[in-house]
Each structure stands twice: as structure tokens, then as C-alpha cells.
């Protein structure tokens, strides 16, 4: 007996893979779903540009000569009006003009690095037009919008409300309430909650595999036969929530916190003797609180975390790590990113009878790239390594994901949101009790349908499809197919 259980135990360990495997996975497209409908979509500019030199202003265009009091009001236009082309002309001539205004060409060459999306540039120039004009409105206003698109929200807040006492007429102070409104906004809770009903073809992830290994001719019998347990089917309750909220504290620093959870309800149990699980019903939970540095084109963050999982009446395990992240914005329409992550899984007492404490460690890199407003392509790959106290169930794996996330046009608000992952994982040794050293090649697609025009008491419609096929060398153990079908209602806020 106690060969057994030393034989036995990476066959229990490994058995969590998958599930771990799932976790990941669910916990990615739920956190993605939630920055991705979080994020600003930066709306492309479709302007008119008129011949070098000349201005169009009011449906006409018109010459400008090399005249102070002509290029001065040019470059006003020009800014106001969004012809990025002409202003670096207009800049150049007015600057060779005696008697031309320092701080005009310093807001100037500001706002044309903004819009090249060079905010360190347009920061630097807008404090040194701020310095060489203090008084001047339309550069404080301007420095205070910098500061607001940088995510530097301290700064752009007392800058709005300083403003609001300078006399501005009725149309800019309305602009600067909206200002002011956006960054409350932006400092309240962000995020989706989502309760859905519901069919999973295999909770327990079983194939049913029955096999005859020692076969008697002469008495016609099997004197030892393999047989796996059958895939049970569920009806099921499903939730997900998943939030974030970051506080600024200087500058383009921030607190960040990201709570998240999900799990199902599964009405049917396991009554079979010899299972140690007999509710697959579950939940995750996991808050993540750190530090963020956030402006306008990067997003770096540190944050450790905690994560509990819940099954089978008890909790399973409690995770404890560490995630570094950095995002970068190329351009309005590609971002590109990394994540390094350490996490140590400690099972509970009733966990250990299914599982066992492993370390985990992982890398990636994803980006995304958005053709459109309302259209998102996105991607990835992860390189990970699972450790546990004996080579036979520590494991590497590598994993690619790819998706595409669009809003139809139209009343009823149709969105599409689609996932694929492959994944191969092998195991670091041979395993005796297996007969081999597993290899696992695993298929993962998450499908999620919904109308944002078909709200009922505010909540919107969407279908859910995850289908998941495991193929093993040991498929006899570990291969599996499943599918799990739900039709939620979700609420973002």
C-alpha cells in the first residue's frame, strides 16, 4: 500500500493540471475583457489637408503671407481646427519674425508632439510656454489637458479648478465641467459582473476509457482491466465579476486594485465510491493590489496577489504571488506588452487529496491591434514551468493565443468576442506509474456573443461557449473533450 500512494502521487499532481490550465485561462479573458472595455479608443482624425502654405478656414482657403499679425492667428486656426500638416510651416516662418511670441511657438510645437503622440516632448514644451507666459488661458487650459490625456489626474484636476476662476467665457467652462466630470469617471470602479444559466458536457473532465490489459483465453476472462471514470453532464449557475480601480497618487503614479471572481454551480454530483471529488461545483477569487506607473502611451505595474479556488466543499488551494506587467502603446491602433509572474500554490489539507503545493512561473508577451474603433485583434504566447517536489509531475509548457473582439453596426448593438489557445505541455521526467513521461497537446476556444441593444433592466445578453480538447501520450488518463454552454446577463459599470 504505501508503494501505491509513493507511485501514485504525480499522477495525482498532474491530475491538476488542467484545471489549472482552466484558471488561467478564464482568469486572461476575463481580466483582458475588463482593459479592454476600460480603455479610451482613440478616434482617428479625418481632416482636410489644403496645400502647403495656406489655411482653410470656414470652407475657404486661404494664403498666409510671412506677416506677424497673419501667422499669428494661422497658428491659432491651424491648432483649433486640427491641420497638424500646415502648423510645423506657419511654426517655422513665425519664429523668423521679430517680435514673435516665445510661449506661442513653445504651445505650438507642444500640441504638434501631442499629436505625433510624443508626451514627453509635449509636456517639456508646455512648461516652457507656461514659464515664459504664466497668465496666458489657452496655455494653462492646454497644460491641464496634457496632464488629463498623461493620466496625471492630481495635477489636471487642480489645474481645471484653477482655471475656473479665470474668468473664462461660458463655452470653455463648460468644457473644462466636462474635464472635470471625466476624471471622476475615470477614478470610480471600472469593470463587468455577469450571471449566466447553463450545460457542461463534463465537469469531471473523464473520457470513460474502458481497456482490457491482461486478457485469460483459457478462461475466457480479464483478469485486469482499465476503466476510467464516464464524463458526467451538468446543468449549471455561472458568475463572473471582475473590477479595477486605481488611485492617483503623484504624477503618473497610482495604487491599482484589481479584484476578480468566478465559478459555477453544478447540480450534478459524483456518487461513485471511488472518486475523491464528488462536487465540481467552484470558485475562484483573486485581488491583486499594487503599484501602476500610467500616462499616456505606457502602463508599468507591480502587484502581488492572492487567489483562493474553491471545489468539492472546501478550498482547494490558496496561491500567493507576484506579477510585473508592462504595457506600451505604439500608436492609436497597436499596443504591445510583457508580463513576468511568480505564484506558489499551497493546498489546503483536503486539497492534498487531489493535489499537491507547486510553484509556478511564468512569461509572455501579447499585443493587440485595433483596425478599427470598434474592431480589436489580439494575441500572444506564454512560456511557463510548474515545479513540484518530484520531476515526474513538475512540467514546461508553451502556450499561443489568438482573438478578435468587434462591435456591429446597427440598433441591436451585436458583439463578438473570440478566443483560441493551443497549448503543449510536457513533463521534466519518466513516470513509472504512468508506463511513460507525459506530453500533452491541449485546444482551448472561448466564444462570447452578446447585444448591447437588447438590455433588459440594464443588463446586456450574452452567450458563452468554452470547448476544450486535452490529447495526451497518456491519453488513457488525461485525454478529454469538453464543452460548456451558458447564456448570462451582464452589467458593465
Wanted: charged residues 20%; glycine residues 8%; proline residues 4%.
Amino acid at each position: 500500500m504505501p508503494f501505491f500512494f509513493r507511485a501514485g502521487w504525480p499522477l495525482l499532481a498532474t491530475l491538476v493540471l488542467p484545471v489549472a490550465w482552466a484558471d488561467d485561462d478564464d482568469t486572461r479573458f476575463l481580466q483582458d475583457q475588463t482593459q479592454r472595455s476600460t480603455e479610451q479608443k482613440a478616434q482617428a482624425e479625418n481632416r482636410l489637408a489644403p496645400l502647403p502654405g495656406t489655411l482653410l478656414y470656414e470652407g475657404q482657403v486661404y494664403q498666409v503671407p510671412d506677416q506677424l499679425q497673419a501667422l499669428e492667428p494661422a497658428i491659432y486656426i491651424a491648432i483649433n481646427s486640427n491641420q497638424w500638416t500646415q502648423l510645423p510651416d506657419f511654426i517655422a516662418r513665425y519664429r523668423l519674425m521679430p517680435g514673435h511670441r516665445s510661449a506661442l511657438v513653445a504651445m505650438a510645437e507642444s500640441l504638434m508632439a501631442r499629436f505625433q503622440g510624443n508626451y514627453p516632448m509635449a509636456l517639456r514644451r508646455m512648461q516652457e510656454a507656461s514659464e515664459a507666459e504664466p497668465h496666458d488661458v489657452r496655455i494653462r487650459l492646454e497644460m491641464a489637458r496634457l496632464w488629463f490625456e498623461d493620466n496625471q489626474d492630481i495635477n489636471a484636476r487642480e489645474s481645471f479648478e484653477r482655471l475656473l476662476g479665470a474668468g473664462l467665457p461660458p463655452q470653455a467652462q463648460a468644457l473644462i465641467e466636462q474635464y472635470r466630470q471625466a476624471l471622476d469617471v475615470r477614478n470610480e470602479w471600472h469593470g463587468s459582473g455577469a450571471l449566466g444559466w447553463g450545460y457542461n458536457d463534463n465537469i469531471n473532465q473523464a473520457n470513460g476509457y474502458r481497456r482490457c490489459e491482461s486478457y485469460i483465453p483459457v478462461l475466457g476472462i480479464c483478469a485486469f482491466e482499465r476503466v476510467m471514470p464516464e464524463a458526467l453532464g451538468s446543468e449549471l449557475v455561472n458568475y463572473e465579476v471582475s473590477m479595477q480601480r486605481r488611485f492617483n497618487l503623484s504624477g503618473n503614479h497610482n495604487l491599482q486594485l484589481r479584484p476578480l471572481s468566478y465559478g459555477s454551480y453544478y447540480s450534478t454530483t459524483d456518487d461513485a465510491q471511488n472518486t475523491s471529488i464528488k462536487d465540481y461545483s467552484n470558485n475562484l477569487a483573486l485581488l491583486q493590489v499594487g503599484y501602476q506607473y500610467l500616462s499616456a502611451r505606457d502602463s508599468f505595474s507591480l502587484t502581488p496577489y492572492l487567489e483562493n479556488y474553491y471545489r468539492n466543499h472546501h478550498s482547494d488551494y490558496l496561491a500567493h504571488g507576484l506579477q510585473l506587467e508592462w504595457r506600451r502603446a505604439l500608436s492609436a491602433r497597436w499596443q504591445l506588452g510583457t508580463t513576468l509572474d511568480a505564484k506558489r500554490y499551497e493546498y489546503t489539507t483536503e486539497g492534498l487529496r487531489t493535489g499537491a503545493d507547486y510553484e509556478q512561473y511564468q512569461w509572455g508577451m501579447f499585443g493587440s491591434f485595433a483596425p478599427q474603433p470598434t474592431t480589436s485583434v489580439y494575441g500572444g504566447f506564454n512560456l511557463s514551468r510548474r515545479r513540484y517536489e518530484v520531476d515526474q509531475a513538475s512540467s514546461r509548457d508553451w502556450s499561443v493565443r489568438g482573438g478578435v473582439y468587434h462591435l456591429f453596426d446597427g440598433s441591436p448593438g451585436f458583439y463578438v468576442n473570440a478566443l483560441g489557445i493551443y497549448r503543449v505541455t510536457s513533463n521534466e521526467a519518466f513516470d513509472a506509474f504512468l508506463g511513460e513521461r507525459r506530453l500533452d497537446k491541449q485546444q482551448v476556444y472561448i466564444l462570447g456573443i452578446g447585444a448591447n441593444g437588447w438590455k433588459f433592466a440594464g443588463l446586456t445578453p450574452e452567450l458563452r461557449v468554452r470547448h476544450s480538447i486535452n490529447e495526451s501520450n497518456l491519453d488513457w488518463a488525461f485525454g478529454y473533450r469538453q464543452t460548456e454552454v451558458s447564456l448570462m446577463l451582464r452589467k458593465d459599470f
